[in-house]
């Protein structure tokens, strides 16, 4: 029962303490005025600040327990200073309600397929290490990294130590709810607007619904919710009637850094930024006003000190696109290999290969479209096809419920954002055609937005309406807890899980491996006796207070 009570109370710490750095960060940085906040926002704006704390702490300090408690009570503090300015701005309770309800989620037995593999370690390897280099020699894991890692390594904290570090993903997950309520909220309360509220409604359902499983965000799912809003936000910026102000772009950006730093493959998401641009009247005054700005150049050093991570891990800015890639460092991964895994990747998500099955030549399975049939054997049916079938049932749903008779509308500025989208889904689907790589949110935009449309040509806005919209969430909702309930019965009767009694999750034991090896290899360095180690395949050497790993070519 004590593990219960420790994650229940970190749970609320922790959040309160992500809300205080956003507080400090939107007080010096955006000059807001508590008063008029967003909690949803100010939580974003909180992640971003510990991020890059995280980030440039990390090359210099190990996130220990003592580093970690400054961090957290230093955000605790400023959110209880500003306790009174939050309960004015009637944000509180919604937070408190939307966190409340993500409890279920945080108590888990089974994680991530890849936390045991590489989320774990790596995390851990932050919190008894400073400025690591060449880790991608160690695992392929380590290679691809996430700013997932570098948050969950500050919640190493006394008594509970790593047994919190598979609760990031409910921080964005909460963060995301309560923006897209606030959206609905607002609509509702100015009845403007009409389809982005529908895609707002349609967003927070389907991300509930269909990502209601924490353990499976892994470290894509919480970029993916953040592109949902990213895209509900240059909407409603790109149909403003009149030209927006220019502070309205600084969110846009703030979310695309973060959904760089949690997956840098997600750099292709950079011409939704375009969009805006392409719509505002006056461009060069836009730009004059990035260029002096402080968060500009806060994200800007986000997404280059993960470029910069990239390459001390592997010599690669992004890693596996071999053009990106420097192979004439001592660290650096071959470029033979970073071709090998940029195949393997594709061969993966073209259903070319699973635990039991490889195909015989992977070269000339991924070329053109000779993987389709497979793919549409293997993986289509019936990953993809139930994915589908719960879309177009969530549509019907809506459909049933707010289809009523014509309204006059206004045209909306969306063809271009739609087209982008087009391009983003068919680069993902001749890539890498797997849900969790990208196509989740994708195929979900692509049907919400024309739907969302429709639906504000074609629903009446009768006494009832609000009381319908409240309909939709409370389904969500209950849709939401139920599976959660399953999955919690579930994993009782699989691993004999109760989170009375042990609250911890069961599949920790296994990930230590690649930290001994790495504490070994440093023991050979620092004691100086690197012949005992000969038989490690990975050597290192010490530069400066860090340690830098590599094989011999």
């Known amino acids: 029962m004590t593990s219960f009570f420790l994650i229940f109370f970190y749970y609320w710490v922790i959040i309160f303490s992500i809300v205080g750095h956003g507080l400090l960060f939107s007080k010096f940085i955006f000059k807001q005025p508590n008063s008029n906040i967003n909690i949803g926002y100010i939580g974003l704006y909180g992640i971003f600040s510990l991020l890059l704390i995280s980030y440039f702490s990390s ?26 300015k939050i309960l004015l701005s009637n944000n509180f309770k919604i937070l408190i309600i939307i966190y409340s309800l993500l409890l279920i989620t945080i108590y888990a037995a089974k994680q991530h397929d890849d936390f045991g593999y590489y989320h774990f370690p790596y995390t851990q390897l932050l919190t008894e290490y400073s400025g690591l280099i060449g880790i991608g020699n160690f695992n392929h894991g380590f290679r691809t990294h996430s700013s997932i890692f570098y948050l ?59 990502f209601y499983r924490l353990a499976e965000h892994g470290t894509d799912r919480s970029a993916m919710v953040l592109i949902i809003i990213l895209v509900i936000e240059i909407m409603y910026l790109i149909n403003l009637k009149k030209n927006y102000e220019k502070d309205f772009i600084l ?34 005054k836009l730009i004059i006003f990035l260029l002096k700005n402080k968060v500009f150049y ?41 071709e090998q895994m940029n195949l393997w990747y594709q061969q993966w998500s073209k259903a070319g290969a699973n635990p039991n099955f490889r195909v015989e030549n992977p070269e000339e399975y991924i070329k053109n479209f000779n993987w389709l049939s497979n793919w549409f054997q293997m993986y289509f049916f019936n990953k993809v096809s139930d994915f589908l079938l719960g879309i177009v049932f ?91 309930a399953l999955r919690l019965n579930k994993e009782y009767k699989a691993y004999n899980y109760n ?50 790993f590599y094989k011999k070519k």
């Open 298 to 338: 806060f994200c800007i050093s986000l997404i280059f000190i993960c470029l910069f991570t990239n390459f001390l891990n592997t010599g690669c800015l992004i890693y596996p696109a071999n053009f990106l890639c420097y192979e004439n460092f001592q660290w650096s991964i071959p470029l033979k290999e970073v």
């Open 251 to 284: 969110n846009p950006i703030i979310l695309i850094s973060i959904i760089f730093s949690l997956k840098a493959f997600y750099i292709i998401y950079l011409p939704l930024f375009l969009v805006v641009l392409f719509y505002y009247k006056e461009k060069n």
């Open 152 to 210: 969950s390594s500050l919640f190493y904290l006394p008594f509970i130590k790593y047994f919190l570090f598979h609760l990031t993903p409910v921080f964005f997950l909460g963060f995301s709810n309560f923006i897209l309520y606030k959206k609905i909220k607002d609509y509702l309360d100015t009845k403007n607007n009409l389809y982005l509220l529908f895609l707002s409604l349609f967003s927070l359902v389907f991300v509930n619904v269909f």
């Open 394 to 484: 969530l549509i019907f749903l809506f459909m049933s419920i707010f289809f009523r008779k014509k309204i006059k509308t206004n045209k909306k500025k969306l063809l271009l954002l739609y087209i982008i989208l087009l391009i983003l889904f068919f680069e993902w689907f001749y890539f890498h055609p797997a849900l969790r790589y990208g196509g989740y949110h994708l195929i979900a935009l692509l049907f919400f937005l024309p739907v969302s449309i429709f639906l504000e040509k074609y629903s009446g806005l009768k006494i009832n309406f609000d009381k319908k919209v409240y309909l939709i969430i409370f389904l969500g909702i209950l849709v939401f807890l139920t599976r959660n």
């Open 59 to 84: 090359f210099f300090l190990a996130h220990d327990l003592f580093f970690n408690l400054i961090i957290i009570i230093f955000g605790l503090i400023y959110f209880f200073v500003s306790f009174k």
């Open 499 to 548: 989170p009375i009694k042990n609250a911890y999750y069961k599949d920790f034991q296994q990930t230590f491996l690649i930290n001994e090896n790495i504490k070994k290899i440093i023991m050979c360095i620092d004691k100086k006796t690197n012949e005992s180690c000969e038989n490690n395949s990975i050597k290192a050497k010490k530069i400066f207070n860090s340690h830098m």
